[in-house]
């Protein structure tokens, strides 16, 4: 069933809603209810932290430096279709590790 999904996510990606969008948030702190499937960017319009919440299993929140001076830093290539650069990897909690391209969680087999 996974397969199917899969192959139908890679087919007619382009008509799904992305899984993950952005929410931009002139606050520093991200929501006390969070959403799953949002990445807030902390600070906005010029936003230092991005924020999400593992999608690993584990749940933990994952916070992204953006401040380009920071020595391990990301970046929000595009907004529309959510993609970060580079991938994000889980060091702390569940130890999963990703890419959020277009939207869609891709995973790193390299676990
Ligand atoms: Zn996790």
Redesign the pocket.
């Known amino acids: 069933m996974k397969r199917l999904h899969n192959w139908f996510r890679k087919k007619l990606g382009w008509l799904l809603p992305p899984q993950y969008s952005v929410e931009e948030r002139a606050e520093d702190e991200p929501p006390v209810k969070l959403n799953g499937r949002k990445v807030y960017l902390l600070g906005s319009p010029n936003p230092d932290i991005a924020c999400l919440k593992?999608?690993?299993?584990?749940?933990?929140l994952i916070f992204l430096d953006l401040d380009e001076n920071a020595s391990i830093k990301w970046r929000i290539v595009k907004k529309n279709r959510l993609t970060i650069h580079p991938s994000i990897w889980?060091t702390l909690?569940?130890t999963?590790h990703f890419w959020i391209i277009r939207g869609e969680v891709k995973w790193c087999n390299d676990i």
Do not use: E, S, V
Request: hydrophobic share 0%; glycine share 28%.
């Open positions: 593992c999608p690993g299993g584990c749940g933990k889980n909690d569940c999963c």
